[in-house]
T-cell receptor, first 118, second 111 residues
């Protein structure tokens, strides 16, 4: 499976500031995803980041709040903008590994960024 | 109604016990089923992946899928303290890459 490095691993930020989270993969992947895991809740997909095109956001998430970059096939960033305490969460980068069959994609995760907003 | 329902627990068992973790779902389009294990302060780790009804075994872990009842289970035999983690079920439709996760069940195996 792909090795996914995510940083920072945790951060404590002030209200109104922004934080950029980086995700580096050790192999080229087509699909990269950003998830949020709020305390006591399940993982929620924020957006899908494709190289060479704008990210696709899920309902409830907007580009102004969560701008995403995908400059190449091994790297992506997620920025959490103008943070409030409600943004305190774990943010996870994930990648999809495809096998020869297009229906056998598996999703692997980085170790996550624990964000606390004061 | 949530698409995927999972009892959040917490579940506490003695070492060596058989653990049963379950999820139900309402979306008939889900065809791929996964179980992830997540240790504290870590990202989810893919444990089991299956796409057909029936059982799939991997060491001490067995994933069971019943599409007719929209019910999946993960069984852990001879549970160990190192199995203490949160277990998340996840599901995917045939098309697209979007996973829908359950809330996760927090498991503690006591030595």
């Amino acid at each position: 499976s792909a090795v996914i490095s995510q940083k920072p691993s945790r951060d404590i930020c002030q209200r109104g500031t922004s934080l950029t989270i980086q995700c580096q993969v050790d192999s080229q992947v087509t699909m990269m995803f950003w998830y949020r895991q709020q305390p006591g809740q399940s993982l929620t997909l924020i957006a899908t980041a494709n190289q060479g095109s704008e990210a696709t956001y899920e309902s409830g998430f907007v580009i102004d709040k969560f701008p995403i970059s995908r400059p190449n096939l091994t790297f992506s960033t997620l920025t959490v903008s103008n943070m409030s305490p409600e943004d305190s969460s774990i943010y996870l980068c994930s990648v999809e590994e495809s096998r020869t069959s297009a229906t056998n994609e598996k999703l692997f995760f980085g170790s996550g960024t624990q964000l606390s907003v004061l | 109604q949530k698409e995927v329902e999972q009892d959040p627990g917490p579940l506490s068992v003695p070492e060596g016990a058989i653990v049963s973790l379950n999820c139900t779902y309402s979306n008939s389009a889900f065809q791929y089923f996964m179980w992830y294990r997540q240790y504290s302060r870590k990202g989810p780790e893919l444990l089991m992946y299956t796409y057909s009804s029936g059982n799939k075994e991997d060491g001490r872990f067995t994933a069971q899928v019943d599409k007719s009842s929209k019910y999946i289970s993960l069984f852990i035999r001879d549970s160990q303290p190192s199995d203490s983690a949160t277990y998340l079920c996840a599901m995917k439709e045939t098309s697209g890459s979007r996973l829908t996760f359950g809330e996760g069940t927090q498991l503690t195996v006591n030595p």
